[in-house]
């Protein structure tokens, strides 16, 4: 998201200039937690931002102790996250319970939300990681040997496939617990060759999932 920044000063001592921002999550995550504290300055880059669009503005108490508030447009700018926010878990929920409707139509037990505890390998050494994938599902089957435990992990927006992608560990917690992991992508976010070819990629178009690259199967 880019925004214009106004000129001129608003009420506090910052001066703003015409540079556009781009919000990040850290952006907005900060100017939630400015609008539910006392707003005492931390002095940092992504304060300084957030001054300079216009979000934030900083005040003088007659002790001369400097706080910050949300500003009209940063006001405008949280209600509009939340809305995005909602949604996009609104749609992510969506894919989710589709992706475990065709799993349980193919004869398979799936679960929602499930948290497994898995080994994974960190620069500090080896050690546990609880997990929770999207969807985690195994065979219709009593005999262990047989299970074929597969994780779908559900991405419908694009910055969210991005942070995943970043997440080695947590994909690594996801290869430990299951035979097979497929990224699934809402239309349009993502290609298959931006996904480690360890996992699986497949994408829901027009209402129905198409498998864009099968995962490896692992023992």
Not at 51 to 57: D, P, Q
Not at 116 to 126: F, I, K, P, W
Not at 141 to 163: C, F, G, M, N, W
């Amino acid at each position: 998201m880019s925004i214009p920044v106004p000129t001129g000063g608003s009420g506090g001592c910052g001066m703003m200039n015409t540079m556009p921002a781009r919000l990040t999550s850290l952006h907005r995550r900060r100017l939630r937690e400015v609008w539910r504290s006392a707003g005492w300055p931390a002095q940092d880059i992504v304060e300084a931002e957030l001054l300079a669009a216009g979000l934030l503005e900083r005040l003088h108490d007659a002790s001369g102790r400097c706080t910050l508030r949300v500003t009209d447009a940063g006001i405008q700018t949280l209600v509009e996250s939340a809305a995005n926010n909602r949604a996009a878990r609104s749609a992510h929920e969506t894919l989710v319970e589709q992706v475990a409707q065709a799993l349980i139509r193919e004869g398979r037990i799936a679960w929602r939300g499930l948290s497994l505890r898995a080994q994974v390998v960190t620069d500090e050494g080896e050690g546990w990681q609880v997990a929770m994938p999207d969807v985690y599902s195994v065979r219709h089957t009593s005999v262990a040997a047989y299970l074929q435990p597969v994780v779908h992990e559900i991405k419908v927006r694009r910055a969210d496939l991005l942070a995943d992608l970043r997440r080695p560990t947590k994909r690594a917690a996801y290869l430990d617990m299951a035979g097979a992991v497929y990224y699934v992508l809402a239309e349009g976010i993502g290609r298959a060759d931006e996904v480690p070819p360890e996992c699986g990629v497949m994408e829901m178009r027009g209402g129905m999932l198409e498998t864009l690259r099968p995962a490896p199967m692992r023992a």
